[in-house]
Structure formats: C-alpha cells, structure tokens
C-alpha cells in the first residue's frame, strides 16, 4: 500500500530554507501552475514541498485555502512521481498562477500533469 501522507517533515516551513529555494532554485512554467525546484539540497533529509496561491488574484482566503488544499492532494497522490523526476532531497514549491479556479480537481490534476509529463 502507497504512503499518501503529507507528514510535517515533508513541508517547505522554514524562511530560510525558502529563500535558497528562491536564490538558487529553477522555476518550471505550464499553463496555470508553476514549479520552482532545487533539486538534491544537503540540508534536507527528504523531499520538502510549499504551495502558494496568490492573494492579489483571489481575494478570498476561501478560494485561496481551496485551491492550497487542492495543490496539496495532488502532492500527496503523485508523490513517487515528484521523487522521481527531482530526486529524494529535493525542495519544491507549487504555485496556482492564473485568475481563474479550476472547475474541478481534475482539471487542476492535468495542468499539473502536462508541467510534470514536460519536465520527462
């Protein structure tokens, strides 16, 4: 049986470890998400990921907090697939970029999908 776990362990917290993310990462774009990695960081023992969602673009936190969760479950479900194209110390952080919601987790599933199947 797969691990679907999102432990503490595995989340981008930490002010630093996010502005060497952002310092020395590399930042992949598709459609309305984007990634930005630094792939086999030495101070990680395991892959770390943070989701952001703008707050100039949806006004709501609802509709923020929604689509965080969103990003996360996705994470959560294909989290092999994120080890296997950034390696186990990896940091990651996902980003909604687009005005719009998604209709439904589906659509958000294949936007992430097409910037992950491009990244191959």
Known sequence: ???FQYPKSEKLKSKSEIDSLFNKGK??????VRLIVLKSNA????TKVG????????KSAVD???LKRLLREYYRHNKSLFVE???????????WVSRNMPDKY?????ELNTLLNSKK
């Open 51 to 58: 989701v952001s969602v703008s707050k100039k673009f949806f």
């Open 64 to 66: 923020r907090n929604r």
């Open 85 to 95: 194209l950034f390696g186990e110390k990896a940091s990651i952080m996902l980003f």
């Open 43 to 46: 101070d990680f023992s395991n």
């Open 27 to 32: 930042w992949i774009s598709s459609g309305s």
């Open 106 to 110: 589906q659509s958000l599933e294949q």
């Open 1 to 3: 049986m797969t691990n």
